[in-house]
Every structure is written in C-alpha cells, then in structure tokens.
C-alpha cells in the first residue's frame, strides 16, 4: 500500500510546492500520457471558490469488487470539477482563439533546471531523515537564485518552531551541494565555503576573506598587508585568487530570461471588504472521458482492458482531487493571510504584523511545512501591487508600548533613517540604534547592521561623501 501511495503523495506536495504555470506543465504531461482525461474548451474565468467539498476515496481492489461505487464517486467528481471551472465569467477572453494565444505563450517558454530543483535531487540523495529532510526542503525554498539564503536561521526557527541547532546541522548539510557556496548566508560566507571546499580557508586569502573584507573592496592593500604582516605581493596575488571565485554560485542555473511573475491570488477591496480570488485561468480544464467511462461499464470489454481503464480513471481521480485540494489549499492560506495583514492592506508596509507560517497553519488546520510549500513561488496582487507571499511571513519585534512590529518594518524605518541623514555625516549603526530606540523601538547594534545589509544599504564610512 505504501509503495503505491508514495508516488501520488509526492505527486501532490509537488503540485502544492509548483507555481500556477509549472503545474500547467505537468498537466499537460499528463493529458499526453493518460487517455482517460480530457481538456475542454475554455468557458471558464479566474476562480473564486468558498464551497468545500470531501469525497470519499475509492475503494480499495480486493481483485472482486464491482465499479459501481467507483463510478458513482468519479461521475460526481467529474460534475463538480466541471462546475469548478465554469462559475461567473470575470474580464477573461472566453475563445478558442484566446486559448490558443495562452497555449502559445506557455509553450514557448523554455524548459531548464532551476537551482531549487538540482539542490532538490541533492537532497533526496542524502541519507537525512524525512523531518531533516524536511527542514531542507524549506532551507532550499528560502534560498534564492544567487545561492544565497534569504532567511537568517533564527527567523527560520522562530516562523516554523523547529529548533534552531537542527536547522543549522540541515544547514550544513546543504551547504556541501553543488554548486559551491551554495546556503551561505552573504558574500563572505560564500567566499569562505569555496576556499574551504579547496582547502584554503587558513590561507591567506582565507584570511583575508574572514577578517579584512571591507578593506579588501576598498582597494587597501597596503593596510591588509600590515595587519596580516605579510608581503603586499602575497596580498595582491590573494585577492587575484579571490577575484576567481564565484561571488554568485546560483547564476549557473539562471537562463538569463525574463522571469514572468503570474500572481495566483488576487486582492480585491469590494463595498469595504477584502475579497480572494484564485487566478487560476491559465490551468487546463479538465474532465474524465466519458468514453473510457463507458467502456468500463460495457459487459463486453475485456477484463485485461477494464483494468488498464481502471488504472488510469484512478490516476485522473487523484490528479483532480490534488489540483482541487492544492487550490483550496492556497486559497485557505491566502485568506488567513489576507485577515492577519489588513491594516497593511490599507496602510501600507508600516502597518505590516508579525506573521509566523505556525500562526497560520494553527488557524488553517495544516502543518506549517504545508504552508511553506503553498506559498512557495507563489505571488499575490493586492491594491498595494504584487507580493511574494512569503513576503507577509516575519518575525515580529516589541515596541516599547508592548505592540509587536514586523522586521519588515523596521527595515523600512532604517531606511528612512538613512535617507534623511546628511550625507557628508552619515549615521553610525549605533547611533541608528539610538534613534530606533527614541521611536521606541529596541534592537542591538548587530541587528541594526543586519537589516541594513539585507536592505543593501552600506555602512557609514562608504555613504560618507567627500
């Protein structure tokens, strides 16, 4: 039972983690491979779902039983999945001829393997337990196409409560993919693990990497020699070395192509209420023929071809009931998240909550890897524009007034803070800190320097103007 669940479940965590276009793909594989499904001609607009509906699953084949239940449960399927697609028409172009623009358009997209998806192969190849694997499959979602990890492990532990020392061994773990230097957490992290993966992390190059890398892009490779009391040739060839390596690991993966952002979920304001839609138009509609479904009940097939038909009227079942349940998924998510982030909605970034994926999965009723993967690659267009929904996933910090506020915001205070100082006396990380904690806001100078590189913002002596 297993061996036969565990593809379809893979199967469905995959359409769940994919975004809207790439499980399009996969649908259209499976429209080549599995002649019990069928795709209709497009009468169907965006989706806007709020019905919930559980059948029940097949029966099991005991080798005896008769299809009669089986049908019943498929017809049903097959009504609804129907009505699924063809609810109010919205402003989408309902003809053939716009239907062939879209397959087009799809079809002319190039096929390449992401980084996500070589640092996936990795991982199934590694011999890490299925939690630790599960916590590598979020450190791979967080990093991005530079290989570079966007999420520091901390805020990790704090939106997903998995324990910080297991996520840094993951870590590691990742770490030692291909390509080198892939996970790090910035630049100098990156340098370090290729001089390590060649053995020159005690080098001087190494040295320099780790302790003098502001001085490095400064070009003051007289200051480095002294303080290493080395040679300025030695320095000089080091930081050649240096210029060698690979500042963006992730980019070999890239096809250098525009990257076509599709939002899934819309965010409509309607008579004062936020409402979601499932822009879900670019999936196929599909249905279960009914000529094989016939075949099934004629008493004249062959018992060899009943059970090939069986076959694959099972594999259309689950792949309907997963893209069914992945919308429902996403569409769940989206509202929590939608209700947690309205006074961002109306106001914008500084109105931006504390949002955990943990918090969300308690209110939705899944784990919070699940969510992890629904809002993975997955973008949402709000009045305010178009968003990663990762983007409303933060740790919060505490006001002095006992309100929590996200990181998000605070990096745009920093920010603010930065704009407005003067430019021929830039401010110190420190004295940021002091002016964060005067708006009370209290945060450690490290902090301040942390979100000021993640906003790449530089530090003070290179915003000084001469």
């Given at each position: 039972?297993?061996?036969?669940?565990?593809?379809?479940?893979?199967?469905?965590?995959?359409?769940?983690?994919?975004?809207?276009?790439?499980?399009?793909?996969?649908?259209?594989?499976?429209?080549?491979?599995?002649?019990?499904?069928?795709?209709?001609?497009?009468?169907?607009?965006?989706l806007e779902i709020e019905h919930t509906s559980d059948e029940p699953e097949p029966a099991a084949d005991t080798g005896e039983m008769t299809f009669d239940?089986?049908?019943?449960?498929?017809?049903?399927?097959?009504?609804?999945?129907?009505?699924?697609?063809?609810?109010?028409?919205?402003?989408?172009?309902?003809?053939?001829?716009?239907?062939?623009?879209?397959?087009?358009?799809?079809?002319?997209?190039?096929?390449?393997?992401?980084?996500?998806?070589?640092?996936?192969?990795?991982?199934?190849?590694?011999?890490?337990?299925?939690?630790?694997?599960?916590?590598?499959?979020?450190?791979?979602?967080?990093?991005?196409?530079?290989?570079?990890?966007?999420?520091?492990?901390?805020?990790?532990?704090?939106?997903?409560?998995?324990?910080?020392?297991?996520?840094?061994?993951?870590?590691?773990?990742?770490?030692?993919?291909?390509?080198?230097?892939?996970?790090?957490?910035?630049?100098?992290?990156?340098?370090?693990?290729?001089?390590?993966?060649?053995?020159?992390?005690?080098?001087?190059?190494?040295?320099?990497?780790?302790?003098?890398?502001?001085?490095?892009?400064?070009?003051?490779?007289?200051?480095?020699?002294?303080?290493?009391?080395?040679?300025?040739?030695?320095?000089?060839?080091?930081?050649?070395?240096?210029?060698?390596?690979?500042?963006?690991?992730?980019?070999?993966?890239?096809?250098?192509?525009?990257?076509?952002?599709?939002?899934?979920?819309?965010?409509?304001?309607?008579?004062?209420?936020?409402?979601?839609?499932?822009?879900?138009?670019?999936?196929?509609?599909?249905?279960?023929?009914?000529?094989?479904?016939?075949?099934?009940?004629?008493?004249?097939?062959?018992?060899?071809?009943?059970?090939?038909?069986?076959?694959?009227?099972?594999?259309?079942?689950?792949?309907?009931?997963?893209?069914?349940?992945?919308?429902?998924?996403?569409?769940?998510?989206?509202?929590?998240?939608?209700?947690?982030?309205?006074?961002?909605?109306?106001?914008?970034?500084?109105?931006?909550?504390?949002?955990?994926?943990?918090?969300?999965?308690?209110?939705?009723?899944?784990?919070?890897?699940?969510?992890?993967?629904?809002?993975?690659?997955?973008?949402?267009?709000?009045?305010?524009?178009?968003?990663e929904m990762k983007y409303f996933f933060n740790p919060g910090l505490r006001t002095s007034t006992g309100e929590s506020i996200s990181n998000k915001t605070v990096k745009d205070i920093i920010a603010s803070i930065v704009a407005?100082?003067?430019?021929?006396?830039?401010?110190?990380?420190?004295?940021?800190?002091?002016?964060?904690?005067?708006?009370?806001?209290?945060?450690?100078?490290?902090?301040?320097?942390?979100?000021?590189?993640?906003?790449?913002?530089?530090?003070?002596?290179?915003?000084?103007?001469?």
């Amino acid at each position: 039972m297993q061996m036969v669940l565990a593809p379809q479940l893979r199967q469905s965590l995959e359409m769940l983690q994919v975004p809207i276009l790439e499980l399009r793909a996969m649908v259209q594989k499976e429209l080549e491979m599995n002649p019990t499904l069928e795709e209709l001609a497009p009468e169907g607009p965006a989706l806007e779902i709020e019905h919930t509906s559980d059948e029940p699953e097949p029966a099991a084949d005991t080798g005896e039983m008769t299809f009669d239940k089986e049908f019943e449960v498929l017809a049903k399927l097959d009504d609804e999945w129907r009505d699924y697609f063809f609810q109010d028409l919205d402003n989408r172009p309902n003809t053939v001829e716009a239907e062939e623009k879209h397959q087009f358009l799809m079809d002319s997209l190039p096929q390449h393997e992401s980084l996500q998806e070589h640092l996936m192969q990795q991982l199934g190849l590694t011999d890490l337990d299925p939690a630790d694997r599960q916590i590598g499959e979020l450190i791979v979602g967080s990093i991005n196409e530079d290989g570079y990890l966007t999420v520091s492990l901390k805020e990790m532990a704090e939106t997903t409560t998995l324990p910080l020392d297991r996520i840094q061994n993951v870590l590691l773990a990742v770490q030692e993919f291909h390509p080198v230097g892939v996970g790090a957490a910035d630049l100098q992290d990156c340098l370090l693990l290729q001089l390590e993966r060649i053995g020159k992390a005690d080098s001087v190059a190494g040295d320099i990497v780790r302790d003098h890398i502001e001085l490095l892009a400064a070009h003051k490779l007289d200051k480095i020699a002294r303080l290493l009391k080395v040679s300025v040739e030695e320095v000089k060839a080091a930081a050649a070395f240096i210029a060698t390596l690979d500042p963006t690991p992730g980019r070999a993966f890239s096809d250098n192509t525009s990257a076509y952002i599709f939002p899934e979920v819309v965010v409509r304001k309607v008579e004062g209420e936020y409402v979601i839609i499932l822009n879900d138009d670019r999936l196929p509609h599909l249905r279960i023929s009914r000529h094989y479904r016939d075949l099934m009940e004629a008493e004249d097939t062959p018992a060899d071809v009943k059970t090939y038909i069986r076959n694959k009227l099972r594999s259309s079942t689950f792949l309907l009931k997963s893209i069914d349940q992945r919308q429902r998924t996403i569409y769940r998510i989206a509202s929590e998240i939608v209700k947690q982030q309205t006074e961002f909605l109306d106001h914008g970034v500084s109105h931006l909550r504390p949002l955990t994926m943990n918090m969300v999965a308690e209110q939705v009723g899944v784990h919070e890897t699940t969510v992890s993967r629904a809002v993975n690659q997955k973008y949402m267009r709000t009045p305010l524009g178009t968003f990663e929904m990762k983007y409303f996933f933060n740790p919060g910090l505490r006001t002095s007034t006992g309100e929590s506020i996200s990181n998000k915001t605070v990096k745009d205070i920093i920010a603010s803070i930065v704009a407005e100082e003067d430019s021929n006396a830039p401010l110190s990380d420190i004295t940021i800190m002091d002016v964060l904690k005067q708006r009370g806001i209290t945060v450690a100078r490290r902090t301040v320097a942390k979100y000021r590189d993640m906003s790449g913002i530089p530090p003070a002596h290179l915003r000084k103007r001469n």
